[in-house]
Nanobody, 124 residues
Framework: QLQLVESGGDLVQPGGSLRLSCAASGFAFDYYTIAWFRQAPGKEREGVSCISSSSSNRNYADSVKGRFTISRDIAKNTVYLQMNSLNPDDTAIYYC?????????????????WGQGTQVTVSS
């Protein structure tokens, strides 16, 4: 059974950092593109970053470029999202999602498997 489990969400002050983890199980992890999405209250779910199944290609939303870094540890079947210089606009539930095969697109309809989400709150 394919499963994605996010962790690492927390309350952090503006300017702070967090690292989110997405632990995968039940599928050939390295054949899947993994993406991070987020959804703030009253807003649509939006793509934040993705790392393709080849692992060498990454994509970031303009709003997080230069602040967030996505990485993959194949041995641990885990994808990380390092988030630096956080601001209140980053407050949202963060979800990881998986899609078989390579892509750099971050459209929700393209991803077949989703985790339950982890809450990130940026506030003083």
């Amino acid at each position: 059974q394919l499963q994605l489990v996010e962790s690492g969400g927390d309350l952090v002050q503006p300017g702070g950092s967090l690292r989110l983890s997405c632990a995968a199980s039940g599928f050939a992890f390295d054949y899947y593109t993994i993406a991070w999405f987020r959804q703030a209250p009253g807003k649509e779910r939006e793509g934040v970053s993705c790392i393709s199944s080849s692992s060498s290609n990454r994509n970031y939303a303009d709003s997080v470029k230069g602040r967030f870094t996505i990485s993959r540890d194949i041995a641990k079947n885990t994808v990380y999202l390092q988030m630096n210089s956080l601001n209140p606009d980053d407050t949202a539930i963060y979800y990881c999602a998986a899609r078989r095969g390579p892509t750099l697109l971050m459209r929700t309809a393209l991803y077949d498997y989703w985790g339950q989400g982890t809450q990130v709150t940026v506030s003083s």
